[in-house]
């Protein structure tokens, strides 16, 4: 529960690991695919935990080639999206058509890839990485919705010409994240 | 065959003002927000990424006509992380304190949407000194990107530079700048900067045009 909750609000990915940015950045404007990228970021984060757990604590370490992590993981990641892919389009089309377009995306996303590394640096437990995987998606999704709002909002403001854009994005950002320091200290 | 020196010294330099990837076509964001909470993190990380990327731009072009265009992107990827892998151990053994306060952003050049973007956009139709050329130019564009927001963020956050204390700001340091919300801020503030100095209508889009899915991510409405 704690991890769930400190994955979630203390050490959430976007804001204050800095993981998933660009998908935070690029997909953030609308509410609906906020939503839809953060739900597509969650499941991806769980399954490829589920998968890369087994394959680390079975397969890598006994023989010793612990240091083939990311290579595997990677692998694993991009085709494990593939996979999703092909059988959401085959088994739940209406799934597919809300989801699809964001899954091709998150093969390259960090936050996926940086969850599934440190569950293995944390030395945490199966269950606990699965705990940890769903926190992190959650918060993903969480920051996600949050900033388009304050996105929506921001289409109306009187911005100086050379802030327009990435720059207002960003310290708009600043702000968003300084919110979620309150969060901090709250689980040791 | 001074055309072709010419056009080699462009490669080079492009990257470095006119099209340096983090300030201008805004790749690569995670780690430049992650690891600039010191000056010397910016250099260390700017330089492992330098080399990743020229290990793979390198081997990409050399092997642009073997790898099937299908298969592109998994075979990118693997020759990524291989490369991540090597500066891991060089790190490890022969700089452990710097290889301690990357952590994991070191794993996540893997997915640094800069390496990514070079091999797709310009190592798999270029040749191979062209694509080392490019790798280079990129790579100084983007260590100094980061060293210039490691130095703001450590100098304003900490009162320091590069391990020097910095008379009355050392007292008083504003520790909200090496704080995450501190990064946004200073990376917001130096690329309307450097909107300003360019003096050029700023983009109003993300690098979309470097993004290997801009295809996809293009039916999901947001980026053009």
Not at chain 1, 28 to 40: N, Q, R
């Amino acid at each position: 529960m704690i991890i769930l909750l400190a994955a979630m609000l203390t050490d959430n990915f976007v804001l204050s690991k800095f993981m998933g940015i660009c998908p935070f950045l690029g997909v953030s404007k609308k509410l609906d695919s906020a939503t839809g990228m953060g739900l597509a970021v969650t499941f991806v984060m769980i399954c490829a935990t589920l998968v890369t757990y087994p394959i680390h604590h079975g397969i890598l370490v006994p023989n010793e080639l612990e240091y083939l992590d990311t290579v595997v993981f990677i692998m694993v990641i991009a085709l494990f999206v593939q996979l999703v892919e092909t059988m959401l389009k085959k088994c739940i089309p209406s799934l597919y058509s809300s989801l699809g377009v964001y899954l091709p995306l998150i093969t390259t996303n960090c936050a996926v890839l940086g969850v599934t590394v440190l569950n293995i640096d944390n030395g945490y437990s199966f269950v606990q990485s699965i705990v940890n995987a769903l926190g992190g998606g959650l918060g993903f999704m969480l920051s996600l919705v949050i900033f388009s709002g304050v996105r929506k909002k921001m289409e109306y403001a009187d911005i100086p010409e050379t802030f327009k854009g990435v720059p207002a994005t960003l310290i708009a950002a600043s702000i968003v994240s300084v919110s979620f320091m309150g969060f901090s200290g709250l689980f040791n | 065959m001074a055309d072709k020196k010419m056009s080699l010294g462009h490669e080079l330099t492009k990257g470095i003002i006119k099209e340096n990837p983090t300030l201008v076509m805004l790749l690569g964001m995670c780690p430049t927000l992650a690891v600039t909470t010191q000056a010397k993190n910016g250099i260390g990380m700017g330089l492992a990424t330098t080399f990743v990327l020229l290990g793979s731009n390198i081997v990409t072009s050399a092997l642009r006509k073997v790898i099937p265009d299908k298969v592109r992107i998994p075979s990118f990827i693997v020759i990524i992380a291989s490369f991540v892998t090597l500066i891991g151990f060089l790190l490890e053994g022969f700089v452990p304190d710097l290889y301690d306060s990357l952590g994991i952003y070191l794993t996540l050049i893997t997915v640094n949407c800069i390496i990514f973007g070079r091999a797709e956009m310009f190592a798999s139709k270029n040749g191979v000194v062209a694509s080392a050329c490019d790798a280079i130019g990129m790579g100084i564009g983007f260590t100094l990107a980061l060293f210039l927001m490691g130095s703001v963020r450590e100098i304003i956050g900490a009162g320091q530079w590069m391990g020097m204390d910095i008379p009355v700001i050392h007292d008083n340091p504003m520790l909200l700048f090496i704080m995450p919300a501190g990064g946004f801020f200073t990376l917001g503030v130096i690329i309307a900067a450097v909107n300003k100095l360019s003096n050029k209508k700023p983009p109003q889009e993300l690098g979309c045009s470097g993004c290997p899915h801009a295809e996809t991510c293009g039916k999901a409405g947001d980026c053009q």
